[in-house]
């Protein structure tokens, strides 16, 4: 019962948050429990994680919570308001899920207009595919890499966008 209680608390909160744009929700320690400590987004407060029931995807005006931690659009949240969520800097996530199989997401941000050539090399160093060659505007982005001719074993993505260049290792397990 105790359970449940705490799960419909948690899932009315998730209700009110939508409704939250022009305040901010606090929810209390002993309501999110599992430890953790403070996140926040766009006008939403969280204390600690939310646990086991509440492991998912649930989204906001503004935010995203993906497996008990709160993202500005691919950044995790810093509790300071970022205005207009442009990105600041370059940056290039770790691809989710890692290890992957058969697809896997790469998020990356652009301050600014860019050109931006990412590609996918094999253990050895040899080029193995093109994800992004083009010029892209400011924001928030992703790629998507599917296995598909891509044998089991380690590959690094590596991101150029301007003088920003940033290297990432995935896995693939098929």
């Known amino acids: 019962m105790r359970r449940m209680t705490t799960l419909l608390v948690v899932a009315m909160i998730f209700l009110l948050l939508p409704l939250a744009s022009s305040g901010q929700i606090t929810l209390p320690y002993d309501v999110v429990g599992c430890g953790g400590g403070e996140m926040s987004g766009v006008g939403n407060v969280v204390r600690g994680t939310l646990g086991q029931g509440c492991i998912g995807v649930a989204s906001g005006p503004g935010n995203i919570h993906e497996i008990g931690f709160w993202y500005l659009f691919g950044e995790p949240g810093t509790g300071i308001d970022e205005g207009d969520l442009t ?20 998020k990356f941000s652009l301050p600014q207009l860019t050109r931006v ?10 080029e193995v595919r093109t994800l992004v060659d083009e010029e892209l505007p400011a924001g928030h982005h992703s790629t998507v890499v599917e296995a598909q001719g891509l044998a089991s074993g380690i590959y690094f993505c590596r991101m150029v966008a301007g003088s920003f260049v940033e290297t990432r290792k995935l896995v693939l397990l098929k």
Do not use: E
């Open 87 to 106: 990105p600041t800097r370059y940056w290039l996530g770790q691809n989710h899920p890692n290890p992957f199989n058969p697809m896997t997401t790469l």
């Open 117 to 126: 050539i990412m590609k996918l090399y094999d253990a050895s160093g040899r």
